[in-house]
């Protein structure tokens, strides 16, 4: 097993009550940031640790920081993003429902480099049993005298509040989530002006995800300098990864960035292998919008290159060998899965979740949809498949919000990599209704 | 002041100017079409997606392209921005591609809609849309329905611009019309049908880009480009009484509010020229109103440009079919 920073304590019995989150040294960082550093050093320590932010789109989180506008005697927002709704992701629910402490204790300190003194944590409608969990851990922090007013005798009042979404993909987008938090239909906003200028209530205002807030403790219990011996130069720290599909041991792990691809699926400590001793045929790394790759990609890039669990190197090639860290929705598919079924999935998860908002991706996703139903159902035509190719590229790019991409790129890598595969559902209509292309063909290698 | 260029158009605009509006300041064929975006209402645009350009130099100082294509009604100029229009492939590309999904689900059921002619979704099909559709699956339906006993809601038209919808939240007293639903099963909805109960939602029809909300009072009564639309005034205690009166012979069909080229209500003395339903809906009689002359017609329309003789198989003059 590797390193935790994160999931230290995760099995200690009783680590979700204040008492013994305590006892093993939580609130540290709370303690060290508010009584020894300004809140401008605490921005620092995170912009040199290179924390990039873990909702999926790895935007540095120190630099994220540094753009918020302080105009003064306005107030400013914290919101942490837990609508996780993104096929194949995970951690976030892990480390509230075992851990809420680590989430306050890390809202709390980026709350004070940030100066706001109400912060939100945002979570998803799914996720109600969650809210729980997190509504007492706060009732109990403030009982601690860590929330409220007056903070550890410093002077800095803060107070937390959870606010539960109706349970919609789209209201992970940031300004959808502070739509919806405002109490309004969960629609993106146009961009500018970014919430950083004008966010909640039109006030600046920070959206980062939930793994993000929670990784400031670490960083400033041991300081950035510690911090950045950990990973590598691009992708620094640890990272939960949700690992799911047809694994010996899916679950949710802490790794060291620059883990390689090849380890983390087979090695003892981590995922064990493929279920029932299959074939891996493809993976999804970073949640379902990221690229699918095909077996002879996944532990190594096209160069040949060793593939590594990191930004960069899960990147290397771009689109058209690569893919993307995204969330750590680590999805793993085996020889038995058909990877247009898969597409259409994913596809319809889009259609529905789209906001409805724009025309490229109201009418895009779901024509997406209907199609990649008629192929996986034996009624496609080989024109289908350049039809789904120009759909691509006309939502892609053309949206108000990234999900038009998110949705775009999942089908776009599917043709690349396995237009065979959507081909023989297109040549043999009857066997495609009744047999899965997985089971009858094995891996494409 | 800032400069920028447009389709190799140069023109100063003051600061905080949209791409489309310093397009329209000059006017021509510089000018994105705009579906959703309608400058007297606050917060629309960057819905439809029609307006995207492509802006070859952010501004002097920076002057990388910028990678995407942008709404040009929510993208404000900069300083020494180049913009292309009508000059930019991509954004014919872009732009037929909005133009089919907008299609996609759409009735096209123009020869019974009382929009034909005036309706920017035919002129935009027109003009950047292919000739037949590969939308090969079954088209999204709704049924009809009234909003109130004066307007019809035909939401398979619909192309959800959201202009009804800020139309209802910003001139009419109580919003009880909005988005229902997500996805492509987004629709525009009265709260459970409730009418809208005021004395201005009859301004909704004439946001509409679209025949999705039209007036029951001239339904099915006659092809717009029959009647003469005439500006015409009274004294009205409830609006400015400024409208257009669209006459067959000396009998009013239908009252609307005075729109530009650009399908926006006009501003008058200042203030947008917003009508009541009494107006509207029940001011028919020639004698109640005080007929100015006749209005210049705007001819937008496919229609009136006698466009479609173009597209008669005979002829062989095919240059305007894109
Ligand atoms: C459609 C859509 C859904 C998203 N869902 C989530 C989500 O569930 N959780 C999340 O943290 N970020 C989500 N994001 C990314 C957020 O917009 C935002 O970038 C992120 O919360 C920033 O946090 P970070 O910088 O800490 O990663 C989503 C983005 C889009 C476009
Ligand atoms: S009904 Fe008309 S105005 Fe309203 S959203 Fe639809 S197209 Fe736009
Ligand atoms: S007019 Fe600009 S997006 Fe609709």
Redesign the interface.
């Known amino acids: 097993m590797g390193r935790k920073l994160l999931l230290e304590h995760i099995d200690v019995p009783g680590i979700e009550t204040f008492e013994v989150y305590r006892q093993k040294g939580g609130y540290r960082s709370v303690e060290k940031a508010l009584k020894s550093m300004s809140p401008d050093e605490v921005v620092e320590e995170v912009k040199k640790s290179g924390l990039r932010g873990r909702g999926g789109a790895g935007f540095p989180t120190g630099m994220k920081w540094s753009f918020l506008a302080k105009p003064e005697g306005v107030p400013r927002y914290l919101l942490c993003n837990a609508d996780e709704s993104e096929p194949g992701t995970f951690k976030d629910r892990y480390l509230m429902q075992y851990l809420p402490h680590l989430l306050i204790e890390g809202m709390i300190v980026s709350s004070f480099a940030l100066g706001t003194n109400l912060s939100y944590i945002y979570i998803r409608g799914e996720y109600l049993f969650v809210l729980e969990i997190l509504e007492k851990a706060i009732a109990e922090a403030y009982a601690n005298g860590f929330l409220g007013k007056n903070i550890l005798g410093t002077g800095y009042d803060l107070d937390l509040r959870v606010s539960p979404g109706g349970g919609a993909y789209i209201c992970g987008e940031e300004t959808a989530l502070i739509e919806s938090l405002e109490g309004k239909r969960g629609n993106p906003r146009i961009k500018p002006p970014f919430p950083a200028v004008k966010g909640l209530w039109g006030c600046p205002t920070v959206v980062n995800n939930v793994e993000s807030l929670a990784t400031v403790v670490p960083i400033i219990n041991m300081g950035a300098d510690e911090y950045v011996k950990i990973g590598t130069e691009q992708s620094r720290g640890t990272k939960l990864i949700s690992a799911c599909g047809n694994l010996e041991r899916p679950g949710v792990y802490e790794i060291d960035l620059g883990l390689s691809v090849e380890e983390f699926i087979y090695g003892d400590d981590w995922c064990r292998g493929i279920k029932n001793g299959k074939q891996l045929k493809a993976l999804v790394p970073g949640g379902s919008s990221v690229p699918i790759l095909p077996t002879h990609l996944i532990t190594k890039t096209a160069n040949g290159d060793t593939r590594f669990m990191s930004y960069e190197s899960l990147s290397d090639g771009g689109f058209a060998s690569g893919s993307m860290l995204g969330s750590g929705g680590f999805i793993a598919f085996d020889e038995d899965q058909c990877i247009v079924r898969n597409t259409w999935n994913f596809t319809r998860f889009y259609a529905h979740e789209s906001c409805g908002q724009c025309s490229p991706c109201r009418e895009g996703t779901a024509w997406m949809e209907k199609v990649l139903w008629r192929i996986e159902n034996g009624e496609g035509t080989m024109e289908d498949i350049a039809l789904l190719e120009d759909i691509n590229k006309k939502i892609e790019g053309n949206t108000i919000c990234p999900l038009g991409d998110a949705a775009a790129w999942p089908v776009a890598s599917a043709i690349r990599h396995f237009r065979e595969e959507f081909e023989w559902h297109i040549k043999h209509p009857q066997e495609a209704m009744s047999r899965n292309y997985g089971l009858l063909k094995g891996a494409t290698v | 002041m800032v400069k920028v260029t447009i389709d190799g158009v140069e023109i100063e605009v003051e600061e905080g100017t949209t791409i489309l509006n310093a397009a329209r300041q000059v006017g021509g064929d510089i000018v994105p079409p705009a579906m959703c975006y309608y400058s007297k209402l606050e917060g629309s645009?960057?819905?439809?997606?029609?307006c995207?350009v492509e802006v070859a130099a952010g501004s002097e100082k920076d002057p990388r392209p910028m990678?995407?294509?942008v709404?040009s009604c929510?993208t404000q100029v900069q300083h020494g921005m180049i913009v292309k229009n009508a000059s930019s492939e991509r954004v014919k590309?872009?732009r037929a591609?909005?133009t089919?999904?907008?299609l996609?689900?759409h009735p096209l059921d123009c020869p019974i809609c009382d929009q034909a002619g005036e309706c920017h979704l035919q002129d935009l099909g027109f003009e950047h849309g292919k000739e037949a559709t590969?939308?090969r699956?079954e088209r999204?339906t709704f049924d009809p329905i009234d909003i109130g006993d004066k307007i019809k809601l035909h939401m398979n038209r619909c192309?959800?611009c959201?202009r009804c919808v800020y139309t209802a939240n910003q001139i009419t007293d109580q919003r009880v019309h909005?988005?229902m639903?997500?996805?492509?099963?987004?629709e525009i909805s009265t709260y459970i049908e409730k009418a809208i109960d005021n004395d201005f939602s009859g301004n909704v029809i004439d946001v509409c880009p679209v025949g999705a909300l039209t007036d029951k009072t001239f339904r099915f009564k006659s092809r717009v480009w029959f009647l003469k639309p005439m500006d015409a005034h009274r004294d009205c205690p409830t609006c400015s009484g400024k409208a257009v009166v669209w006459m067959f012979g000396n009998e009013i069909y239908r009252v609307t509010a005075r729109k530009d080229k650009y399908g926006e209500i006009e501003t008058i003395d200042g203030k947008t020229a917003w009508i009541c339903n009494t107006c509207r809906f029940e001011t028919k009689e020639v004698d109640k109103w005080n007929v100015e002359g006749p209005r210049l017609i705007n001819r937008h329309s496919v229609i009136s440009q006698n466009h479609y003789t173009l597209q008669n198989p005979l002829n062989n003059n095919t240059k305007n079919i894109q």
Do not use: D, M, Q
């Open positions: 645009g960057g819905k439809c997606r029609t995207l990678p995407k294509l709404a929510s590309t872009g591609g909005v089919e999904f907008l996609a689900n590969r939308y699956e999204r192309i959800l959201y909005g988005v639903h997500r996805g492509s099963h987004a």
